[in-house]
């Protein structure tokens, strides 16, 4: 059952100075209200998984790792290869993350991401089946938060999709429905990428990439993610708030100009 | 041609709407017993009940907030209402909807009024066709004013979408299988405010805009579907007719 959120109290004491900075233009950080916290990715971390990355945006920190192994594909899509996004809130990223199942909020946060991929049909699924209706390679998104100060959506996104055009697999020929791998490898067959950029509402003022102390007094906040041709490809609005259709019009059309650049930031680092 | 086509030589869809189209609602609350508030929806082939208790004691008592109500909310599929059984466990995608529908709902309580207090939402799902956030939502916020929560505004909710590259209101369960894009919305008019936005698929900025405005113009009729609906309860026993009341506001768009 999905339950209303306790504010901490140190939240509440900094309600103010937050919203009294926003509504002069102005942020904790010194950032102006539409500019994006630095951001850093660096991918092949970790050397057991097909791909990784790293993102720090800000002082948020996550990692994200790809697996890929064989299992049976859905029913309804037999020759298509398996995608599943996972996510941990690790309690070593915040004071407010316990161990224990995921919940709701790691569970929104892995299916956000995990729209953003499907959805823009980042990674040519049919290219993943080894026997229709039998065997198909399963790609496991494995998004790991070590550091958590704010929009969590867009560094694990960002990640995510890191880790996916990082990641790389032996080539294979299918024997008697089994697939038996070359000493060649080859990279996921990736062909889209999507990048999710997500703001926050703040005393009536809208502000992108919201920090942790921005998050605590945000009343909603609104995911969009778009693909390489501009399109929106996923959105989640977050929050208590409301937001007016023309303020969701504005976000949209800051999201798809702001994607360009990270875009272009993480494409950069491949090869 | 392999697959059946979505939209025919008139422009019409598989089930012969108009693009900007609702698909056939029926509404009526209070129709539970023994639940504070409720409300039943028919929305094309979905059939949802809604169920509202409180404000009661929060129980456990650590859940409580010192300074208004804590808002609950389950949002749940019964094992039959799908083509193929769904297990009565709560799947991820019920437990991220039962989020998503809460914090639709909650902008428009006024918890302030019952600190220390919790309000629990119950959507079931009886039967499943498309869109059974949008149905769940508007069948719970008839349910929450049924149950004589103090509310700002009611919540309507319906999604827009595109198939064959057109942008069409209200999908039905197929185009949201074989369609290209799915825009659910809850929206709150007389406040003009977005309380769900949801998307998956594909838009351009255009085809967002215009699918956004579709799907805020089917929640202004869908509002004043659900006042009629909570007119034609309320209205029959404010004037002390005994008879069996006529509960059901149907509206054939």
């Known amino acids: ?271 | 041609m392999k697959e059946a086509r979505l939209l025919d030589n008139n422009g019409l869809r598989v089930d012969g709407r108009r693009l900007d189209e609702l698909r056939p609602l029926k509404l009526e609350v209070g129709i539970l017993d023994k639940a504070d508030g409720s409300a039943y929806i028919e929305h094309g082939r979905n059939k949802i009940l809604a169920g509202v208790y409180g404000p009661r004691e929060a129980q456990p008592r650590h859940i409580a907030l010192a300074d208004r109500a804590v808002l609950r909310c389950r949002y749940h599929m019964a094992p039959f209402s799908t083509d193929e059984r769904k297990s009565p466990a709560p799947s991820r995608r019920e437990l991220e909807l039962s989020k998503v529908i809460r914090e639709a709902l909650e902008p428009s309580v006024m918890s302030e009024y019952f600190p220390r207090a919790t309000i629990d939402i119950f959507i079931e799902v009886l039967q499943a066709d498309a869109g059974t956030r949008c149905a769940g939502i508007t069948a719970a916020s008839l349910a929450l004013a049924d149950a004589g929560i103090p509310m700002r505004e009611l919540v309507a909710a319906c999604a827009a979408g595109k198939v064959e590259g057109k942008v069409v209101l209200d999908l039905s369960d197929i185009e949201d299988k074989k369609g290209d894009a799915d825009l659910p919305v809850a929206f709150m008019p007389k406040s003009n405010a977005v309380g769900l936005l949801q998307m998956d698929g594909s838009l351009t900025e255009d085809e967002f805009k215009q699918a956004l405005d579709m799907a805020v113009d089917a929640c202004k009729k869908i509002y004043e579907m659900q006042r009629e609906a909570l007119r034609q309860k309320y209205l029959v026993v404010k004037d002390g007719d005994d008879e069996k009341e006529e509960t059901v506001a149907e509206v054939k768009p």
């Open chain 1, 1 to 271: 059952m999905s339950i209303t959120r306790q504010l901490s109290p140190v939240a509440k004491l900094e309600q103010k100075s937050v919203v009294d900075l926003i509504s002069k233009g102005k942020r904790l950080d010194e950032r102006g209200l539409m500019d994006y916290r630095p951001l850093t990715i660096t991918l092949g971390v970790v050397d057991k998984a097909n791909g990784s990355a790293e993102v720090h945006l800000g002082k948020t920190r996550v990692i994200a790792g790809v697996k890929v192994e064989t299992g049976t594909p859905f029913s309804d899509t037999p020759n298509e290869g398996i995608l599943t996004v996972n996510a941990e809130f690790v309690p070593l990223a915040s004071p407010t993350f316990e161990a224990g199942p995921p919940d709701e909020n790691s569970i929104e946060l892995a299916r956000v991401v995990d729209r953003g991929i499907r959805e823009s049909k980042a990674i040519d699924l049919s290219k993943l089946c080894i026997e229709p209706g039998k065997k198909v390679f399963m790609v496991f998104v494995d998004v790991y938060i070590l550091d958590h100060d704010g929009n969590l959506i867009d560094a694990a996104g960002m990640a995510a999709l890191g880790a996916l055009v990082d990641a790389k697999m032996h080539k294979f020929d299918v024997k008697n429905g089994e697939p038996v791998f070359k000493d060649d490898i080859m990279p996921l067959p990736v062909r889209n990428y999507p990048i999710p950029i997500t703001s926050g509402k703040i005393n009536g003022s809208i502000v992108m990439d919201p920090c942790l102390e921005e998050e605590q007094v945000m009343t909603c906040r609104l995911t969009v993610t778009t693909d390489k041709n501009d399109c929106v490809c996923a959105m989640q609005k977050g929050g208590l708030g409301v937001l007016t259709p023309d303020e969701i019009k504005q976000i949209v059309a800051t999201a798809i100009s702001k994607s360009r650049d990270l875009r272009s930031k993480i494409l950069s680092k491949v090869n």
